[in-house]
Nanobody, 126 residues
Framework: QVQLVESGGGLVQAGDSLRLSCAAS???????MGWFRQAPGKEREFVAG????????AYLDSLKGRFTISRDNAKNAVYLQMNSMTPEDTAVYYC????????????????????WGQGTQVTVSS
């Protein structure tokens, strides 16, 4: 079993930066991880994914250049750096982990992840 706990959310102003963290515990942290978000009244969407070793990353096209996903396997943590934030980034952000998979694979679909955190609220004011 894997437990994921997100932190780092909060209220920021447009143009600010924020870094989310996801602390993982359990036997399978070393597998692929991802971040998703769900805005009010909208479906949950893929934000970013990272492979087991961290060498491969994937992003929602519209977020490329502003968001960066990274991981520190020694600390059992994955991060999401968000820059130049806009009100459209307001959402609950969720960390997700897979149970297994190839070393260099990233994943974009919710159904491809086995474990989820409880989410952290990010609000960007204009």
């Amino acid at each position: 079993q894997v437990q994921l706990v997100e932190s780092g959310g909060g209220l920021v102003q447009a143009g600010d930066s924020l870094r989310l963290s996801c602390a993982a515990s359990g036997r399978t942290f070393g597998n692929a991880m991802g971040w998703f978000r769900q805005a009010p009244g909208k479906e949950r969407e893929f934000v970013a994914g990272i492979s087991r070793g961290g060498s491969r990353t994937a992003y929602l096209d519209s977020l490329k250049g502003r968001f960066t996903i990274s991981r520190d396997n020694a600390k059992n943590a994955v991060y999401l750096q968000m820059n130049s934030m806009t009100p459209e980034d307001t959402a609950v952000y969720y960390c997700a982990a897979r149970d297994s998979g190839p070393v260099y694979q990233t994943y974009r679909s919710m159904s491809e992840y086995d474990y989820w955190g409880q989410g952290t609220q990010v609000t960007v004011s204009s």
